[in-house]
């Protein structure tokens, strides 16, 4: 006979519990003995706490036990909640990229192996609710080779007028009451301010590599003292973020996934980046937006600023076609072609110079954002980190080898507008470059997590 082993789940919910099954608890401290299944009698027994603290939610416990035939349900990875502050904070299941809205919640837990039957979930209001119109649309799945002499129905080879017109063509009604809050009044183009606001926004998995960042943009800012500097908090407990505002002169704001649906909230789904810009730009339109990995590499970055005000948008340039790493629902909600964006490398978003003019608010940051607010367009379906991995050989190349969210938009939207000069707004490798590292775990010591950072680290 085979073992038993224990279920734990934890949700929470804003509605009453069902008196049968679940229990409100205002306070709970729960011893759990978790024993391996057959076949893993090395692991030894798994001894763990919950300690679970509620103020605005109905906390409700459940337990089962189950046998190893329950074993579809087994997570390698349990979800860790540590907030301290009172205000409510977003996290994030490492196993499926969900967001989950917490207010004053204190969880610890530890990773298992899969061979451990555990399996811990934690949820609230915040679930993305399947909509039939969207997500049962077929995805096109078939990686087709791309034929540049394949006769294609569309092109970018037209008039600025043309592609103008097929921007405003894209039809957005699930964002349409989000637009008026979020775009505000424009101080028109000769009240545009001088000096840019910095803006990142990141968590805990990557607070090293954001306090790298933090301690970057602080030098540039020495030489230009009107500039801001606004960091959204995506997740950091209260002990990062008095880190983050003891060695930086800036603004650290919480991001408002409750007001935006419910998919903004997945973190792999990066909706809210381009929401993150907009709520920024509509109170001062000149936004640098940095991923936590960017660094300057000088401290003069007035010619930029220069020619930015020229051109209104500047990004650094990928290395594969938009076609290849774009999926086929965004081209469908775009009413746009594959074929059209098969010649032209992407955009990377993971730096960007946006100079927010009326036009490029009307033509780059709405579509942007109205895609980041519509299912199926930016973020494809409920599990989007299935699509982020690219592992295609762009010398050969073929459709839809993988997605990149806010960056496809970003590509296509620049390729339509400006392909006339494409090359002006192509930021080149020689003022920044990008530094990478693995993320940070949250169940290793910070000084593992710093040596995992600095050993694992690409600049490029």
């Not at 608890?25 to 001894?47: F, H, Q, T």
């Not at 298992?112 to 399947?130: E, T, Y």
């Not at 036009?359 to 895609?371: G, N, T």
Request: charged letters at 20%; proline letters at 6%.
């Amino acid at each position: 006979m085979s073992e038993p082993s224990l279920e734990l789940g934890i949700l929470l919910q804003s509605h009453e519990p069902s008196p049968q099954e679940e229990y409100p608890l205002s306070l709970l401290r729960l011893p759990i003995i978790v024993r391996g299944l057959r076949g893993s009698s090395s692991w030894p027994d798994l001894a763990f706490f919950f300690f679970l603290r509620c103020r605005f939610f109905s906390c409700l416990c459940s337990r089962a036990l189950s046998s190893s035939s329950s074993s579809s349900h087994i997570s390698s990875r349990v979800f860790l909640s540590e907030l301290l502050d009172p205000k409510p904070l977003v996290r994030v299941d490492a196993e499926t990229g969900q967001h989950f809205f917490l207010s004053n919640v204190q969880c610890f837990s530890m990773a298992v192996p899969p061979s451990i039957a555990v399996n811990v979930r934690m949820s609230s209001s915040i679930s993305w609710k399947h909509d039939a119109e969207t997500l049962e649309r077929k995805t096109i799945d078939e990686q087709k080779p791309i034929d540049l002499h394949e006769p294609c129905a569309e092109t970018l080879k037209q008039s600025k007028e043309k592609n103008l017109e097929k921007v405003a063509s894209y039809k957005f009604p699930q964002a349409d009451h989000y637009l008026e809050d979020l775009l505000g009044a424009h101080p028109g183009d000769g009240n545009m301010p001088k000096d840019p606001v910095f803006l990142s926004a990141f968590s805990q998995s990557h607070f090293i590599e954001g306090m790298d960042l933090v301690k970057n943009v602080s030098t540039i800012r020495k030489i230009l003292p009107n500039s801001k500097f606004i960091i959204y908090n995506l997740g950091m407990s209260e002990k990062h973020k008095v880190k983050v505002l003891a060695v930086c002169d800036c603004e650290l704001r919480l991001f408002p996934f409750e007001r935006f649906p419910d998919f903004v909230g997945i973190m792999k789904g990066y909706a809210w980046k381009p929401l993150a810009i907009q709520l920024v730009a509509r109170d001062h339109p000149f936004v640098i937006w940095m991923d936590a990995s960017v660094r300057f590499i000088t401290k003069d970055l007035q010619p930029w600023f220069d020619k930015v005000r020229n051109l209104g948008v500047l990004a650094s340039v990928g290395h594969a076609p938009v076609a290849m790493r774009t999926h086929p629902l965004t081209f469908q909600t775009l009413v746009e072609k594959q074929c059209t964006f098969r010649e032209d490398k992407e955009f990377e978003a993971t730096f960007i110079m946006i100079y927010g003019t009326m036009f490029v608010r009307e033509y780059f940051l709405k579509p942007w954002v109205s895609c980041a607010l519509t299912k199926g367009c930016l973020v494809p379906d409920e599990s989007p980190s299935k699509y982020i991995n690219c592992n295609g050989d762009a010398s050969k190349p073929h459709y839809f080898d993988c997605h990149r969210f806010d960056q496809s938009i970003l590509s296509i939207l620049l390729l339509r507008l400006y392909h006339e000069n494409i090359q002006s707004h192509i930021m080149h490798h020689e003022f920044y470059r990008f530094c990478k590292s693995a993320d940070e775990e949250w169940y290793l010591p910070q000084f593992v997590n710093e040596f995992r950072v600095a050993n694992s680290q690409t600049c490029m």
